[in-house]
């Protein structure tokens, strides 16, 4: 089972001051579980990897606050939280 959750700008910080530790972590847990669902589906080849190299996230800011474009902007989500149904409907 992969875990997912929405972090704030504090947890981003922490995780960017040691990026090494958490790309390893990301990576252990995710690969193993997305060639898991690969072989489940006999999927032997794709173009997609869940492999993340820190290079891609250093000197990025690893948390999106949207406030600022909702207040200035007036900008409305058409799905303003992530469920189930609405992964569910994407991997279709």
């Avoid at 820190?54 to 200035?72: R, S």
Wanted: glycine share 6%.
């Amino acid at each position: 089972e992969v875990k997912t959750a929405f972090m704030g700008w504090m947890a981003s910080k922490a995780a960017a001051m040691m990026l090494d530790r958490v790309v390893n972590s990301v990576n252990e847990r995710h690969v193993p579980a997305f060639t898991e669902i690969c072989q489940e589906q006999k999927i032997f080849n794709t173009p997609i990897s869940p492999y993340l190299d820190k290079e891609v996230l250093k000197n990025k800011g690893l948390c999106i606050d949207g406030g600022a474009i909702e207040k200035d902007e007036g900008f409305k989500y058409t799905h303003p939280k992530v469920t189930k149904e609405l992964l569910e409907e994407q991997l279709k």
